[in-house]
């Protein structure tokens, strides 16, 4: 391998060694067993991001509730779901709940997968709703007053079309980041890509190719998704008629 | 005075420990124009957002066309309104602020729009055309679809007074709306207030210190001291034959510089 005159090969002995391990044949064989997982392993995220999403409205409404104890209690549920480790929960999702009274059924992988990360990741997603709703001006909430608003109009119309937009890219990093939290759920039986590769090593002894594989596709959902987002705020900026800076008349 | 549009009965407002208005009684008639001055801490801003609903005093009564704004009848007692008892009586009410307010997501039409479709469920084309009218009075029809960022502060102001207007309020409401102001732009949105106060229909109560302005519009100048109104007359008595030496001296500042 070689740069110019450069004879990589000799200044990193490692490269040689890896071009010799590296089997393009495991490649070929390997990738169309461990693409047949890519619908769970992208499913499960999309999924559990449209869960965060929703119940990151959810925490709000519950902290909001104008009896003191309950909107106490909640507050304390969400920070002991923020603060515990995902792994956690998941185990206790597909291992403990089945015994819970009452409540309790036993739950498939997949939606123990969806509402574990899910419901983990919407306590964070709350706080980015927070911050974005307590970044609009408080004059906006006077104007809506004067202007006679109802509570639920001043949300639709007035508030949250301020909030949310700012909040977009914060929101595709927490897409991101939970592509890179599903493979835990491999623990409970989940079988995505990661799982298939492990499987696949484990069969046929080669595990350095399957899992460059897995790690290549990660790579590419988290940019497509990163892609898809920015645009997004792009278009929702558009609409909601941000004009860039300079083009005030004074 | 017979039927006075708003009346104060002994309002108090205390934040914490310190007590704001100290006993405000007051009453506007339909149609009258009011400036209210006063040295910064007096109270007159708080005044007319209790009015507004954006604070609840701690005693006293308002009422508003008749109504008492803060209390209702519920059974046979009178409690604390409900956000109904004072939506049903905040919308005879308009305020225009010292910082705008407008809605940064919405153009300047829209802005003006927004109100009479979303709250009162007006029909859409009615607004448009009212509100295409409003703005033009107030010398802005050529920015109807310009947006808030786009625009001066004056011209800001202007559309935030389109913008309550097009509510039709009975009373409407100024925060120190030029206060705010680049010095240059402070007479077009004196103009069209003045072009509002000469229209004639809404009772308005401007909190301002341009005291040339208010002794040209208004029918009564009410100056407010340390929470309580101290004087209450016609604009030439107040503002040039008073003998109350706060009034006095409040106004010796702007004798200099008007």
Known sequence: MRIGNLDLERIFPFITRIKENFSWETVTESFPIIFKGIGITLGLTIASFAVALLFGFVWLLLRKIPFKPLSWLFTWIMEFIRSTPPLVQLFFLYYGWPNVPVVGVTLDPFVCGVLGIGIHFSTYISEVYRSGIESVDKGQWEAAKALNYSAGKKWTKVILPQALPPTIPMLGNYLIIMFKEVPLTATIGVIGILQLARDYGAQYWRYLEPLTIVALLFLVMSYASSLIIRRMEKKINERTGKKPAGTAVQ | ?258
């Open chain 2, 1 to 258: 005075m017979t039927n006075p549009i708003v009346t104060f009965r002994d309002v108090h407002k205390s934040y914490g420990d310190v007590e704001v208005l100290k006993g405000i009684d007051l009453d506007i008639a339909p149609a009258e124009k009011i400036a209210l001055i006063g040295p910064s801490g007096s109270g007159k801003t708080t005044v007319i957002r209790t009015l507004m609903t954006l604070e609840e005093p701690t005693a006293g009564i308002i009422t508003v066309d008749g109504q008492n704004l803060w209390q209702m009848e519920k059974g046979s007692k009178m409690v604390r309104a409900n956000e109904k008892h004072l939506r049903s009586i905040r919308g005879k009410i308009g305020m225009v602020f010292q910082h705008f307010n407008l809605f940064p997501h919405m153009t300047n039409l829209e802005n003006c729009m927004a109100a009479p479709i979303h709250v009162k469920k007006e029909d859409k084309a009615s607004v448009r055309k009212r509100s295409i009218e409003m703005l033009e009075k107030v010398g802005l029809g050529d920015k109807l679809d310009n947006y808030p960022n786009q625009l001066s502060g004056g011209q800001k102001q202007r559309v935030a007074m389109a913008r309550a207007l097009v509510m039709r309020p009975k009373v409407m409401l100024f925060d120190e709306v030029t206060s705010a102001l680049d010095p240059e732009l402070v007479g077009e949105v004196l103009e069209v207030i003045r072009d509002i106060a000469n229209e004639g229909e809404m009772a308005m109560v401007l909190v301002t210190h341009e005291m040339d302005f208010a002794l040209d519009v208004a029918d009564r100048v009410i100056f407010l001291d340390n929470g309580v109104i101290a004087e209450s007359g016609k604009p030439a008595e107040i503002l040039q034959h008073s003998d109350n030496e706060r009034l006095q001296s409040f106004l010796h500042r702007f004798r200099s510089t008007s």
